[in-house]
């Protein structure tokens, strides 16, 4: 069985109609869509299997999805029978929103489709349906038989099955209506391009990104990074470089100060004698058509001593995502969880299904720290009832080196403080990774907040 599910819609290209009625719809869209198309939405295509045997994969698939996997999909489209030798044009929940498109062209070939009563229930749309997706779908009948009204508006014979050869042994290749599974492919290629498919382009657009991240300076010195832009819509453009959000004492230059997208660029941090020693974040900004930022990490230490402080940014996820990596998505808000401090927190695992999700963030730790210590608040909570069994587990990894491991077994009614000695790391860049995994079912939530890691 053949379904599509749009993520919030890929679509392939227009077949010309070659039965009656006009494909100008269709054309349309396809003129509109130019040479080179700008996808806005995300289109996934399936072949269920067991849909005769109770829609046996596609209920897999949908009960495999988290809540917030179901919530990313925007409709899903089923197609099933759509060829029938004798069918009529019927369209699932055809009052439906989901539904417009798809009716919008089969009327533009006046074709008056009706409601998809035979099907309701029967097919793989069902299974998405009863977990609260929009749907819809094309379908020309099966076994129920055509009426003399249907017959008289759409041609055929009344009284005759819409497919007589429906689970029966002549349902071969050869038991094909070329003109219905071309309307149906037709209106299919029109309902996802005109949802996945940008009518205008897409100004030019590119990305930044700097390597290293991060660096430590002692004051009166100097380092280095590369910033490198990509090309990520349209054509290239001139990109000039500026930074933002320097401390006084430190200035930041590039070589050159203006490139092309798709070109790199030297950013020179040098820090002077009076700089102050902490952590800062400091702003790349590339402007051109569109302007684009990135984030660098600056650790400004005396010429004497460690200096350190507190080197961790956005440990208490007030500030957006940056410069935090990975799963990023599991940092916010939601209901359900509540923060250590602030209104952030981030929320790893709790789906209570397979996954894994993790954040990262690299430091640099000054050389000459005696003392540095991993300081985080951690609230866990689980559906898991074993009191001997660690199904899901919260690590605390530096670079490849797993610190501590804590599970189910540590849940607790509220927040717990937890710290970690990384003195062993002085006058290091690390990379901290926190990393929440589950397993199968039932969840457990690691509920992160108040990141530090302070040096002295």
Same mark, same amino acid.
């Given at each position: 069985?053949?379904? $599509? ?29 130019? =040479?080179?198309? &700008? #996808? ?5 295509? %399936? ?5 005769? !045997? ?26 099933? #029978? ?9 369209? *699932? ?6 539904? $417009? ?10 074709? !008056?489709?009706?409601? *998809? ?21 094309? $379908? #020309? ?5 055509? &009426? ?19 689970? =029966? ?5 050869? *038991?094909?209506? %070329? ?49 490198? +832009? ?44 009076? %700089? ?16 684009? +930022? ?51 927190? %981030? ?8 996954? +894994? ?52 077994? *540590? $849940? ?15 006058? !290091? ?22 990141? &530090?890691?302070?040096?002295?």
């Amino acid at each position: 069985m053949f379904g $599509a599910h749009l993520d919030g819609v890929s679509a392939g290209p227009g077949i010309n109609d070659n039965g009656s009625g006009s494909a100008t719809l269709l054309e349309n869209a396809l003129v509109l869509a130019q =040479r080179n198309p &700008t #996808m806005t939405k995300r289109v996934r295509f %399936a072949w269920w299997t067991d849909e005769e !045997q109770g829609l046996n994969g596609s209920d897999f698939y949908v009960r495999s999805l988290s809540a917030t996997q179901k919530s990313y999909i925007k409709g899903y489209y089923n197609f099933d #029978m759509v060829a029938s030798t004798n069918g009529g044009y019927f369209i *699932n929940r055809i009052t439906s929103t989901t539904a $417009a498109p798809l009716k919008a062209y089969w009327d533009s070939l006046n074709l !008056q489709p009706e409601e *998809n009563v035979e099907g309701q229930g029967r097919s793989d749309d069902y299974s998405f349906q009863q977990a609260g997706i929009p749907t819809s779908g094309y $379908a #020309m009948g099966a076994g129920a038989r055509k &009426t003399t009204a249907q017959a008289t508006k759409w041609g055929g014979t009344a009284n005759s099955s819409y497919d007589p050869c429906y689970h =029966r042994a002549c349902d071969t290749t050869s *038991n094909i209506n %070329a003109t219905g599974l071309n309307r149906s492919a037709d209106g299919v290629a029109y309902a996802i391009w005109n949802l996945a498919v940008a009518a205008t382009p897409v100004p030019d657009d590119f990305s930044m990104a700097v390597s290293p991240a991060s660096g430590s300076v002692q004051q009166g010195q100097s380092t280095t990074t590369t910033v490198s +832009t990509a090309i990520t819509n349209g054509s290239a453009q001139s990109v000039a470089l500026s930074a933002t959000g320097a401390p006084s004492g430190v200035t930041v230059t590039f070589t050159p100060a203006s490139v092309q997208s798709g070109q790199s660029s030297t950013a020179t941090l040098s820090v002077g004698s009076t %700089a102050t020693p902490g952590t800062y974040q400091i702003t790349i900004v590339g402007t051109g058509v569109v302007t684009r +930022t990135t984030t660098y990490t600056l650790t400004v230490t005396g010429t004497g001593g460690c200096n350190g402080g507190q080197l961790i940014v956005n440990g208490g996820f007030e500030n957006g995502t940056s410069p935090w990596t990975g799963t990023t998505g599991a940092i916010g808000s939601p209901a359900g969880q509540t923060p250590h401090s602030g209104t952030r927190f %981030a929320w790893l695992s709790g789906n209570g299904s397979s996954s +894994t999700e993790t954040l990262n963030q690299t430091v640099t730790i000054p050389a000459g720290c005696t003392s540095v210590t991993l300081r985080y608040w951690l609230h866990i909570d689980t559906a898991e009832t074993t009191q001997v069994t660690q199904y899901d587990k919260f690590t605390v990894k530096v670079n490849n080196t797993v610190l501590t491991t804590l599970s189910n077994l *540590n $849940a607790a009614a509220g927040y717990v403080e937890r710290s970690l000695n990384l003195g062993s790391y002085a006058g !290091q860049q690390i990379t901290l990774t926190f990393t929440g995994t589950e397993d199968y079912s039932l969840q457990t939530s690691f509920v992160l907040d108040d990141v &530090t890691i302070q040096a002295g």
